[in-house]
């Protein structure tokens, strides 16, 4: 399984993650192009280095038309942010906040393809809400200040395009140290972290720092993490294949990076919830309907088995292979969406094999090609909607073209 860690000892923004995530990238010259070319207005990526702490680093530099936006931009990494003040500050923050729409027009009309546009607005959406939390407005009536400038906007493009080129099977987050002290914002000083900030690592291992006076887990940071991690813990046993450092612009006693590391989980076996009811008073409809939902809450896998019921009806055993975590959620989804009023549970031990998706060249253009690997053992095969996108243009079946290509 490859699985991706981020260490967020020193926090977490925009520009550090998507620098550090830009370190394990192979080519990442040809990444900066594309982002450069998606379309983002006046926006220009430029990749540094940055020493932090003697340890060699990358910096993703955001330019705006040739230049670096201002106090928002002490904002975004992790710095106080006494600068400016009065009506400069004021006239800035007017210039450069977007609304929520806004900001999904410049992403729409961006060449980014349709799931990166997807996890760029999922983002906002988090912000959105955090925001209105915070401050007791609607979600449409949201005006973004410091996470709605056009740096902001492209330090989260660029993390959602790069996460999806490294595309691991699993990202692992450790416990987030949003630092301490206070932040100067669009609207006055406050604590460490920022309500907006404090939302969003709701249900999040997250500690302050007695060393650091410094926000060190901005909104965008916190965001982005909220809906790129798979889990929250210390850094698992995997074997290491890349190493990236994503800084900060502040200096601290302490290196003000994010350090993600690409590798494969060494241990492939997790217990897991598996959960089953009898259902005799459902339509098929209503069955398929409930898996899509027990899905989306994160199942890991649903099936029915057909069996006989009391009074000789028939019926469905349901099935549902759940995380331990998210147990509790589960079991309010079966409740929810089934008949039934009651459910079995049976905790087990779940063995996988570790997974690659690589894209071969083949004579009807590239095609992905899972390989499964461990315990001695080792198969490989081609993705199905890719085999049954090229049936449909060339009128074979998908038999004759796993034939064709295995052959070749």
């Known amino acids: 399984m490859k699985v991706l860690f981020l260490e967020c000892n020193m926090g977490a923004a925009g520009d550090m993650l998507g620098a550090a995530l830009l370190g394990i990238v192979d080519d990442k010259k040809?990444?900066?192009?594309?982002?450069?070319?998606?379309?983002?207005?006046?926006?220009v990526y430029k990749l540094e280095d940055m020493e932090k702490c003697g340890i060699k680093s990358n910096h993703l530099r955001v330019l705006i038309y040739g230049e670096e936006e201002g106090v928002e931009d002490a904002y975004e990494h992790g710095e106080d942010c006494y600068g400016t003040h009065g009506k400069e500050a004021e006239s800035m923050h007017e210039h450069h906040h977007h609304?929520?729409?806004?900001?999904?027009?410049?992403?729409?009309?961006?060449?980014?393809?349709?799931?990166?546009?997807?996890?760029?607005?999922?983002?906002?959406?988090?912000?959105?809400?955090?925001?209105?939390?915070?401050?007791?407005?609607?979600?449409?009536?949201?005006?973004?200040?410091?996470?709605?400038?056009?740096?902001?906007?492209?330090d989260i493009v660029a993390t959602c395009y790069i996460m999806h080129e490294i595309n691991p099977d699993k990202i692992i987050v450790s416990p987030i140290n949003y630092?301490?002290?206070?932040?100067?914002?669009?609207?006055g000083i406050l604590p460490v972290p920022a309500p907006a900030t404090a939302y969003l690592l709701r249900e999040i291992p997250s500690y302050g720092s007695n060393t650091i006076k410094a926000e060190l887990c901005t909104p965008t940071g916190a965001a982005l993490i909220k809906y790129f991690a798979d889990e929250f813990s210390q850094q698992p046993s995997m074997i290491i294949h890349k190493i990236g450092y994503g800084a900060?612009?502040?200096?601290?006693?302490?290196?003000?990076?994010?350090?993600?590391?690409?590798?494969?989980?060494?241990e492939a076996n997790e217990q897991v919830?598996?959960?089953?009811?009898?259902?005799?008073?459902?339509?098929?409809?209503?069955?398929?309907?409930?898996?899509?939902?027990?899905y989306e809450a994160g199942a890991l896998e649903v099936y029915t088995i057909s069996a006989d019921m009391?009074?000789?009806?028939?019926?469905?055993?349901?099935?549902?292979?759940?995380k331990l975590s998210e147990k509790d959620n589960i079991i309010h989804q079966i409740f929810k969406n089934t008949t039934t009023i009651g459910i079995r549970e049976y905790t087990c031990n779940r063995y996988v094999l570790n997974r690659e998706i690589e894209k071969v060249d083949t004579p009807y253009g590239q095609i992905r090609k899972k390989t499964s690997y461990g315990y001695n053992i080792s198969r490989s095969k081609?993705?199905?909607?890719?085999?049954?996108?090229?049936?449909?243009?060339?009128?074979?079946?998908?038999?004759?073209l796993k034939r064709e290509l295995e052959e070749k």
């Open 179 to 187: 630092g301490g002290g206070s932040v100067k914002t669009a609207h």
């Open 99 to 154: 609304t929520l729409y806004e900001i999904e027009d410049i992403i729409e009309s961006t060449s980014l393809s349709k799931e990166i546009k997807s996890d760029v607005r999922e983002v906002y959406e988090l912000l959105a809400e955090a925001e209105s939390d915070a401050h007791g407005v609607a979600v449409d009536q949201i005006h973004f200040h410091e996470v709605g400038n056009m740096d902001a906007i492209a």
């Open 30 to 43: 040809r990444i900066l192009e594309e982002l450069n070319s998606i379309g983002l207005k006046g926006i």
């Open 310 to 322: 009391k009074k000789n009806r028939p019926g469905v055993v349901l099935h549902c292979l759940c």
């Open 248 to 266: 900060g612009k502040k200096d601290f006693p302490q290196a003000n990076i994010v350090r993600a590391m690409l590798g494969e989980m060494t």
């Open 273 to 294: 919830c598996e959960f089953a009811c009898n259902i005799d008073d459902m339509t098929a409809e209503e069955i398929g309907f409930a898996t899509e939902r027990l």
């Open 382 to 400: 081609f993705e199905y909607d890719d085999l049954a996108g090229i049936a449909i243009r060339t009128g074979k079946s998908i038999i004759d």
